[in-house]
């Protein structure tokens, strides 16, 4: 099977497989004339880094999850840790995501959205890293002052 069969056949496309045997993560034979020969065990392979990959596991993480996968004496535990370890990050994701959704949704309910130059939105995103006072236009400080 040719590298367009497999991109269809595992649902990726042909440049993510050449990346994925860039990095090792692969190594389909090559026929005679140089072309890569995908077998069906490459082909399922392909599909569990993409489904893997659309887990949100990093590269590294797939290559630990597929050596864990083709070692038929590993520990589940192994497996089970990792996938954790992952969970986690997601977790915290979510809860930086849930604050970050906090701070812009009381910025845009701040907002007038009128044919007014004062904005807070753009204030906040003036203000620059936490911290830093926000650089304040000419306008507006002569109408603080």
């Known amino acids: 099977m040719n590298i367009g069969e497999a991109a269809e056949a595992a ?8 990346y994925y ?3 090792g993560l692969i190594r389909p034979p090559r026929d005679t004339n140089g072309y890569r020969a ?9 599909a569990f880094l993409g489904r893997a990959r659309a887990l949100g596991f990093t590269i ?18 192994d497996v089970k840790r990792l996938a954790q370890s ?5 977790d915290a994701k979510i809860i930086e995501l849930r604050a970050l ?3 812009l949704g009381e910025l845009v309910s701040a907002c007038a959205g009128d044919h007014r130059p004062d904005c807070p939105i753009l204030s906040d995103l003036a203000s620059g890293p936490a911290g ?7 306008a507006r400080q002569q109408r603080e002052n």
């Open 101 to 103: 959704r906090a701070t």
């Open 86 to 90: 992952h969970l986690a990050r997601i």
């Open 60 to 77: 590294e993480e797939c290559r630990a999850l597929l050596g864990l996968y083709e070692d038929e004496s590993r520990a589940s535990e």
């Open 132 to 138: 830093v006072p926000a650089k304040r236009g000419k």
């Open 38 to 46: 995908f077998r069906p065990g490459d082909i399922h392979k392909l």
């Open 11 to 18: 649902g990726l496309p042909a440049k993510t497989i050449r």
């Open 21 to 23: 045997e860039d990095i």
